[in-house]
């Protein structure tokens, strides 16, 4: 079978389908509703205009020689009428863009999970939780921001000067031409407000970046920072970070300011006023325009203005939601994985890498060159090699967290990419070196694999795993016990037994196992080792080594050096080969024999 042996990114790319993709674009699943709210907010603003049209008649009469007290009630309901039409079409507007604000997000959040659910795993491990919950989160409430407040505001900003100006121009031509004068002087102090502005936000958002980062090393190393640092050097950090910032908002600032001033000042009701009064006064004298008219102008006049300045800080809000949009076709482009709808099942356990070449996105070299070798089914495989010589990219290639560029990995004699991951993941599982919990209890993370589970089957599982002892009695809620975010509430060796517990429950005919104990204590390495040989029992089990010792009884160890596969043997075949492997062991014998001797060159130097 032919395959597509792209490989993604390892960092989100952004297709030329990605960048068309607009604003409006993604939030098209609830284009209908938000048009709905932002013409029932046109219409709330036509409202407001006929209020304030209604009360000219009034002051007409009301400086008339004779008052229709009639008249004068009859425009005084129309105006009110008017008012309450305004509010109720404000807040139906709103209420529709919330709720559409609402559905988008669940729309979105549901459909990025999906997409996630479906693309590599290695480029979920490499990307990182952060980048992907600031995009899911933050950048999926962006949009929900953009939706629900700021949509029905600019179908204000763009009805209300249309409407506005229709009527100044019904009401006095001259006057409205006069009033609209204001607009391009003001739209020109607005542009050298908001010039280089995507340039500007930009280089802010990096230094905010860089000071979030500052805070995070800060926090998250706070152990490393109180144990050899006295705060200086991590505080200078943040406040270079912090200084930084500061100045690049001062220099925009400095450059914006003057333009921004001059805008709010000309579009703030009072200019447009004191610009239309003496014009108004000069035509009434002269007989052609009536007072009640040049009340109507100065009333519409600083509507229409008005109208404009919510543009300053709605055009903040479409940045934001325009940059979010970015992130999101970010993601959206990274390529999944190709699954077939009609896998194929192997018949049995073996593994075959087969010329395999892989090459991680975005780095010059490859990874892994022509790997090949054949693991037989319920045989132990050992990866050992120098760091970075490709034994962790080989283990992830089994459960499929890439693809291949070229060559296959098979299970049974099939490719892995002829199965679909349900079938996958039922042939295997991956015991990672760092053991990762969720915020339930101890049953449901050690069911993860197997939610259908019953309850005997987990105690079986945990038992095998030695976690059951210290589950029953050291837990409080004992298999009820929620073990909190990442599992913090245990040790590490407590986390690992309920992992390793988890795999033994899924009883997958292949474990690939990520050295287990690389930082395990004496007492929970011996327990862990336990429960390995209950995992293992009649699998194919391939192990990245990092202790050389846990290995020499392995059927086959495979020697990877810079992504090619030197050596391959027995522990005693290798070490008699005088090679590579040979070389490793050694100095994990002196490594391993290495200890500390109060030596008197160490006295020396101690009492230095």
Same mark, same amino acid.
């Given at each position: 079978?032919?395959?597509?042996?792209?490989?993604?990114?390892?960092?989100?790319?952004?297709?030329?389908?990605?960048? &068309?993709?607009?604003?409006?674009?993604?939030?098209?699943?609830?284009?209908?509703?938000?048009?709905?709210?932002?013409?029932?907010?046109? @219409?709330?603003?036509?409202?407001? /205009?006929?209020?304030?049209?209604?009360?000219?008649?009034?002051?007409?009469?009301?400086?008339?020689?004779?008052?229709?007290?009639? !008249?004068?009630?009859?425009?005084?309901?129309?105006?009110?009428?008017? +008012?309450?039409?305004?509010?109720?079409?404000?807040?139906?507007?709103?209420?529709?863009?919330?709720?559409?604000?609402?559905?988008?997000?669940?729309?979105?959040?549901?459909?990025?999970?999906?997409?996630?659910?479906?693309?590599?795993? #290695?480029? +979920? +491990?490499?990307?990182?939780? #952060?980048?992907?919950?600031?995009?899911?989160?933050?950048?999926?409430?962006?949009?929900?921001? $953009?939706?629900?407040?700021?949509?029905?505001?600019?179908?204000?900003?763009?009805?209300?000067?249309?409407?506005?100006?229709?009527?100044? $121009?019904?009401?006095?031509?001259?006057?409205?031409?006069?009033?609209?004068?204001?607009?391009?002087?003001?739209?020109?102090?607005?542009?050298?407000?908001?010039?280089?502005? &995507?340039?500007?936000?930009?280089?802010?958002?990096?230094?905010? &970046?860089?000071?979030?980062?500052?805070?995070?090393?800060?926090?998250?190393?706070?152990?490393?920072?109180?144990?050899? =640092?006295?705060?200086?050097?991590?505080?200078?950090?943040?406040?270079?970070?912090?200084?930084?910032?500061?100045?690049?908002?001062?220099?925009?600032?400095? !450059?914006?300011?003057?333009?921004?001033?001059?805008?709010?000042?000309?579009?703030?009701?009072?200019?447009?006023?004191?610009?239309?009064?003496?014009?108004?006064?000069? /035509?009434?004298?002269?007989?052609?325009?009536?007072?009640?008219?040049?009340?109507?102008?100065?009333?519409?006049?600083?509507?229409?203005?008005?109208?404009?300045?919510?543009?300053?800080?709605?055009?903040?809000?479409?940045?934001?939601?325009?940059?979010?949009?970015?992130?999101? #076709?970010?993601?959206?482009?990274?390529?999944?994985?190709? &699954?077939?709808?009609?896998?194929?099942?192997?018949?049995?356990?073996?593994?075959?890498?087969?010329?395999?070449? /892989?090459?991680?996105?975005?780095?010059?070299?490859?990874?892994?060159?022509?790997?090949? /070798?054949?693991?037989?089914?319920?045989?132990?495989?050992?990866?050992?090699?120098?760091?970075?010589?490709?034994?962790?990219?080989?283990?992830?290639?089994?459960?499929?967290?890439?693809?291949?560029?070229?060559?296959?990995?098979?299970?049974?004699? +099939?490719?892995?990419?002829?199965?679909?991951?349900?079938?996958?993941?039922?042939?295997?599982?991956?015991?990672?070196?760092?053991? $990762?919990?969720?915020?339930?209890?101890?049953?449901?993370?050690?069911?993860? #694999?197997?939610?259908?589970?019953?309850?005997?089957?987990? @105690?079986?599982?945990?038992?095998?795993?030695?976690?059951?002892?210290?589950?029953?009695?050291?837990?409080?809620?004992?298999? =009820?016990?929620?073990?909190?975010? !990442?599992?913090?509430?245990?040790?590490?060796?407590?986390?690992?037994?309920?992992?390793?517990?988890?795999?033994?429950?899924?009883?997958?005919?292949?474990?690939?196992?990520?050295?287990?104990?690389?930082?395990?204590?004496?007492?929970?390495?011996?327990?862990?080792?336990?429960?390995?040989?209950?995992?293992?029992?009649?699998?194919?089990?391939?192990?990245?080594?990092?202790?050389?010792?846990?290995?020499?009884?392995?059927?086959?160890?495979?020697?990877?050096?810079?992504?090619?596969?030197?050596?391959?043997?027995?522990?005693?075949?290798?070490?008699?080969?005088?090679? !590579?492997?040979?070389?490793?062991?050694?100095?994990?014998?002196?490594?391993?024999?290495?200890?500390?001797?109060?030596?008197?060159?160490?006295?020396?130097?101690?009492?230095?």
């Amino acid at each position: 079978m032919e395959h597509d042996d792209a490989v993604p990114e390892a960092a989100p790319s952004v297709t030329e389908e990605t960048e &068309e993709l607009g604003l409006w674009q993604v939030i098209a699943p609830v284009n209908g509703q938000v048009r709905t709210a932002m013409a029932i907010s046109a @219409v709330g603003t036509l409202a407001w /205009f006929v209020s304030l049209l209604a009360l000219l008649p009034v002051a007409t009469e009301l400086v008339s020689p004779e008052i229709d007290a009639t !008249r004068v009630w009859q425009f005084l309901a129309l105006s009110g009428a008017g +008012v309450v039409a305004a509010f109720v079409a404000r807040v139906l507007a709103f209420r529709l863009a919330h709720l559409a604000a609402y559905r988008l997000e669940e729309i979105l959040r549901t459909e990025m999970a999906d997409h996630l659910a479906r693309v590599p795993l #290695g480029y +979920v +491990v490499t990307t990182g939780s #952060g980048a992907l919950k600031k995009v899911l989160m933050d950048d999926v409430r962006a949009l929900h921001a $953009f939706v629900a407040d700021s949509t029905p505001l600019f179908a204000k900003t763009i009805s209300a000067p249309v409407i506005g100006v229709v009527v100044l $121009f019904l009401l006095d031509w001259r006057l409205a031409l006069i009033g609209l004068a204001i607009i391009p002087i003001g739209a020109i102090a607005m542009f050298f407000a908001f010039r280089d502005y &995507e340039e500007a936000r930009r280089s802010v958002d990096e230094a905010n &970046e860089r000071i979030n980062s500052v805070i995070n090393e800060y926090i998250q190393g706070m152990q490393v920072v109180r144990t050899f =640092d006295d705060g200086t050097g991590s505080f200078r950090r943040y406040r270079t970070a912090l200084h930084d910032s500061t100045e690049m908002l001062r220099e925009w600032t400095a !450059r914006t300011q003057t333009g921004a001033y001059v805008a709010k000042t000309l579009f703030a009701a009072l200019p447009s006023v004191l610009v239309l009064l003496p014009f108004g006064v000069v /035509f009434v004298n002269a007989g052609t325009l009536d007072v009640s008219t040049l009340l109507g102008v100065l009333i519409i006049a600083p509507v229409i203005t008005d109208a404009v300045v919510p543009i300053i800080w709605l055009q903040q809000h479409l940045n934001e939601a325009s940059a979010a949009v970015k992130r999101l #076709g970010q993601l959206r482009a990274v390529e999944p994985l190709v &699954e077939t709808l009609d896998g194929q099942t192997p018949a049995e356990s073996s593994i075959e890498f087969r010329n395999v070449t /892989f090459r991680y996105g975005g780095r010059d070299n490859d990874a892994l060159r022509d790997v090949s /070798f054949v693991m037989p089914a319920g045989t132990v495989t050992a990866l050992v090699g120098s760091s970075g010589a490709g034994k962790s990219t080989v283990a992830q290639l089994v459960p499929r967290f890439w693809d291949v560029d070229t060559g296959a990995v098979l299970i049974g004699g +099939v490719d892995v990419r002829d199965m679909t991951a349900d079938t996958l993941m039922e042939h295997v599982s991956f015991v990672f070196q760092a053991p $990762f919990l969720l915020h339930d209890t101890v049953a449901a993370n050690i069911r993860l #694999g197997r939610p259908e589970a019953s309850e005997a089957e987990v @105690v079986a599982a945990a038992t095998a795993a030695q976690a059951h002892e210290f589950i029953t009695h050291e837990l409080p809620d004992g298999y =009820d016990t929620v073990v909190g975010e !990442r599992g913090t509430s245990l040790s590490g060796g407590q986390r690992q037994r309920i992992t390793i517990a988890r795999a033994i429950l899924q009883d997958t005919p292949i474990v690939v196992l990520d050295e287990a104990t690389a930082f395990a204590d004496p007492d929970n390495e011996v327990r862990i080792h336990e429960a390995l040989v209950q995992l293992i029992a009649g699998k194919t089990l391939l192990i990245v080594a990092h202790r050389l010792s846990t290995i020499v009884d392995a059927d086959q160890v495979v020697v990877l050096d810079k992504g090619e596969v030197v050596e391959s043997g027995t522990h005693d075949e290798l070490v008699a080969a005088s090679g !590579r492997y040979a070389a490793l062991w050694d100095h994990y014998q002196k490594g391993h024999g290495w200890e500390l001797r109060k030596t008197e060159s160490f006295e020396e130097v101690r009492n230095a």
